[in-house]
């Protein structure tokens, strides 16, 4: 079993629809990171949170310590949201990452 | 304040050979980690460096090695080089220290043949 795993690995939806993607650790983490992983490779940190929520644009992150357990949700979704959404938890030395999460949302 | 870059962009190689890759970190940040992220998968942690020094490994064998500079910059090393080697490797500056955000690179795409 990974250490953090992502649900669902693969989510289609159409423009407007509200998106979450969840996250589940196992391991003891200081913060859980939001990433967003275009084509091109590039990665790019949406929210890094240790507690409760956070929210940029149409973006929301949320995460529960005791559960550990981390989601992130896009309201009014787009076509140009679509990528690939990490999660990540912060250790003392490195980041152990999900295995994604492939959105795509059509128009 | 400059981004992380990474060069070279692309790179083909063939089965035995040897890579250096290169990153350039976050102005101010003095950590520099590496990851391999395989077709498909999420990013795996190779090594961190601080001050010059690794400090911290993942699973991966002595024929990955590093070097971090005065300047912070990093370069990642692979000797003799096998087809599962074939990823994109991702490097991430941060500050020591601080749980602060990572800065990734846009990364280098390294094809074996």
């Known amino acids: 079993k990974n250490e953090v795993e992502q649900s669902p690995q693969n989510l289609t939806a159409q423009e407007g629809e509200f998106i979450t993607i969840n996250c589940s650790y196992s391991?003891?983490?200081?913060?859980l990171h939001w990433l967003q992983q275009h084509p091109g490779g590039g990665i790019v940190s949406l929210f890094m949170?240790?507690?409760g929520k956070k929210k940029h644009g149409r973006l929301i992150a949320t995460i529960n310590i005791q559960e550990k357990h981390s989601s992130l949700h896009i309201t009014a979704s787009h076509p140009r949201d679509s990528a690939v959404y990490i999660c990540?938890?912060?250790?003392?030395?490195?980041?152990?990452f999900g295995q994604g999460t492939r959105l795509t949302i059509n128009p | 304040e400059t981004g992380v870059t990474q060069s070279p962009t692309h790179l083909i190689k063939t089965r035995g050979q040897q890579v250096t890759l290169r990153c350039s970190s976050q102005s101010g940040h003095n950590t520099v980690s590496w990851y391999q992220q395989a077709l498909g998968q999420g990013p795996q942690f190779i090594f961190q460096?601080?001050?010059?020094?690794?400090?911290g490994r993942g699973n991966f064998p002595p024929r990955f090695s590093g070097l971090q500079f005065p300047n912070y910059s990093s370069e990642l090393n692979v000797n003799a080089l096998e087809l599962d080697d074939s990823a994109l490797y991702l490097c991430a500056s941060s500050f020591k220290g601080q749980v602060g955000e990572q800065y990734f690179g846009p990364g280098t795409r390294l094809t074996v043949t």
């Open positions: 990540a938890a912060q250790g003392a030395q490195k980041l152990v």
């Open positions: 949170l240790s507690s």
């Open positions: 460096y601080y001050r010059e020094e690794e400090n």
């Open positions: 391991v003891g983490i200081s913060a």
